[in-house]
């Protein structure tokens, strides 16, 4: 890890100070030259405490985000557990997590019919207004979203989920909604799917909220899923709070704020 910007511009004003000349001068050449290890150890010193503040305080997103796999191995299941890797929310289009953000994790696996979906999200205020399937829920309060996408297709499902089992399901024909880069975007009651395609189960404690999803191979309109498929899968989250602005994160690596980026969710292979 580099040393801040700030820690470097500290060091060049601690050389200022002791020699009482600019850093360049003769005289602090010839202080530093005897004093090699006294100026090693303060440099050592200062990026260390800087670090510690910069990088301790909230975990980097990019390095979050890196540890996702680009292409995550989802294992067939027998018990309807989640068993691939473990997918981390991040920030990823800024250095730091923001100060309130709150952990969570998905895992995957699939049978024939369905691809399986288990979330573990923390959250300190769980909330949603939601009082039906297929409204906007994500101007409601906490939604978990999903989106899937088969390899080599421009069109994707896009679900919802809320921490009272409120649930949206939208079918969208290319990013954005747009059937073609230059076409308009399809209104709502175009994409949205009623009955909603999937199902889904929501517990909650106190500080966490857990969700298990399962995705029809239909839904994708796919006959039925089979070992060595590809997809492709992002998921997303809004987390609301009374007193602080809302918070969102993803498990794909968007470099701004732009979830409807299919290239760049994660790729899926499907396992035995």
């Not at 801040?4 to 000349?21: C, D, E, F, S, Y």
């Not at 101007?139 to 297709?153: H, L, P, S, Y």
């Not at 969208?172 to 059937?179: A, F, K, S, W």
Request: charged share 20%; net charge positive; with cysteine.
């Amino acid at each position: 890890m580099k040393t801040p910007q700030n820690a470097v511009r500290i060091i060049a004003l601690n050389r200022k100070t002791i020699t009482g000349r600019p850093a360049t001068s003769s005289i602090s050449c010839e202080f530093a030259q005897k004093n090699r290890m006294a100026v090693t150890m303060i440099l050592l010193l200062v990026q260390s405490i800087f670090i510690s503040l910069a990088g301790c305080k909230h975990q980097s997103a990019g390095l979050t985000s890196y540890s996702n796999p680009v292409i995550l191995k989802v294992p067939r299941t027998w018990n309807n557990e989640a068993c691939s890797e473990t997918l981390h929310f991040s920030q990823p289009w800024q250095p730091f997590f923001d100060p309130e953000f709150k952990p969570a994790t998905v895992r995957l696996s699939w049978t024939p019919q369905a691809l399986v979906i288990k979330a573990v999200l923390r959250d300190d205020e769980i909330s949603s207004l939601a009082t039906a399937d297929s409204q906007k829920l994500w101007k409601m309060g906490d939604v978990f979203e999903i989106f899937v996408q088969v390899e080599g297709r421009a069109d994707y499902v896009e679900m919802h989920i809320t921490p009272n089992n409120r649930r949206t399901h939208l079918n969208l024909p290319g990013p954005d909604g747009r059937p073609s880069p230059n076409a308009d975007m399809l209104t709502w009651e175009t994409m949205v799917v009623k009955p909603v395609g999937f199902s889904s189960e929501v517990t909650r404690s106190d500080h966490e909220w857990r969700v298990s999803a399962s995705i029809p191979a239909a839904t994708l309109g796919l006959a039925g899923f089979n070992c060595g498929d590809s997809l492709r899968v992002s998921f997303c989250r809004y987390d609301y709070a009374s007193n602080r602005e809302l918070i969102l994160s993803t498990t794909s690596k968007h470099p701004s704020i732009a979830f409807h980026r299919p290239d760049e969710w994660p790729a899926v292979k499907l396992t035995d």
